[in-house]
């Protein structure tokens, strides 16, 4: 599962974590602990997920761009398709299907700040997780 926090309030973010029975929240943003992220800043986040509905939180920074694949998109000077090309040859470079344990994965749901999945890292690492691990799998986005 993914999901995205901005344009959505608390209670509909984490009604949709508990509806959809995840576990755990993988946070696989470059920066967790950013003023802009509201009430999904890294240590409120963990806080409010155990309070509200006893999820797990683990920042993975594995699964985050770097901060000058990111910039370039932000600044408009690589497009979506570049930025993807880039992001899927970092996930190949750091060998994250081999570094990563998937039974952190079972009822996880990965985060990141974007509303929706199609111009966001967190659906290219969940597609790319689930060739490498399982072959193709059902991605849900919350």
């Not at 901060?67 to 470079?93: G, V």
């Amino acid at each position: 599962m993914t999901i995205g926090f901005t344009r959505t309030s608390a209670e509909r973010f984490f009604g949709r974590l508990v509806d959809a029975g995840v576990r755990r929240v993988i946070d696989v943003r470059l920066k967790p602990r950013s003023q802009l992220a509201g009430f999904a800043k890294s240590g409120d986040l963990e806080f409010f997920l155990r309070a509200v509905s006893d999820i797990d939180y683990v920042h993975e920074p594995l699964l985050a761009p770097t901060p000058d694949i990111l910039d370039a998109y932000r600044k408009k000077r690589i497009d979506w398709p570049s930025y993807e090309r880039e992001f899927i040859r970092l996930m190949k470079h750091r060998e994250i299907e081999a570094r990563l344990d998937p039974t952190l994965y079972d009822g996880g749901c990965l985060l990141c700040s974007e509303a929706e999945p199609q111009h966001c890292h967190r659906r290219l690492v969940a597609e790319y997780l689930g060739r490498e691990w399982a072959g193709p799998m059902q991605i849900h986005h919350l």
